[in-house]
């Protein structure tokens, strides 16, 4: 006859001093120790986010006035450039002659003077370019690459500002559209 086991005897590979279990077995503990591991590797998560997300946060070249907590910009030239009905395109020559060119596409633009051309980088004001465009058969002209690794805003005016044209030119792309930031009826 085999030896009947008591279901109510302690079983030979149970803790020496029951109630007492070991540390690393309590689920308080884990809790007490996951919370702030789960808090840290979250922040350093988003701050790793946050420093590679530098495009998305624009930087805006116009004057700005505070009023109260209203921050209140000039639209003036941009509401000039929309009366005037104009657009242009911004392109990166692909002749490989290392250029830029303005090129109109609509309203009525001032052929004989010079343009200022400015690419402001999205984050990083040091790598701002600027050009002068003389006039030409087609459009206006500069010398100069861009750098097309990255995004631009791009900002078109004369040189006394009286209008102007804004956009954004992607990454990698030739080319990029300008109008006013105002939209028009």
Known sequence: MSPRIHPTAPDSGSDPKPGKRPAWREP????????PVAA??????????????????DVVDDTVRRTAQVQVADLGPDAVARQM???????????????????????????????????????????????????TATGWRAQGAVDLSHDWNIQVAPP?????????????????????AIAGN
């Open 40 to 57: 840290i590797a979250a922040t350093i998560t988003m701050l790793v986010v946050a420093s590679r997300s530098s495009g998305t946060n």
């Open 85 to 135: 009905r104009l657009s242009a395109i911004v392109r990166a020559d692909t002749r490989g002659t290392g250029a830029v060119e303005v090129l109109p596409v609509q309203g009525g633009f001032d052929r004989s003077a010079t343009l200022a051309l400015t690419l402001h980088h999205p984050s990083q004001a040091g790598l701002d370019r600027s050009f002068v465009l003389a006039p």
């Open 160 to 180: 006394d500002r009286r209008w102007r044209l804004q956009g954004r030119w992607t990454a990698r792309q030739r080319a990029a559209y300008l109008q006013p």
């Open 28 to 35: 308080m503990v884990w809790l007490v120790v996951a919370i």
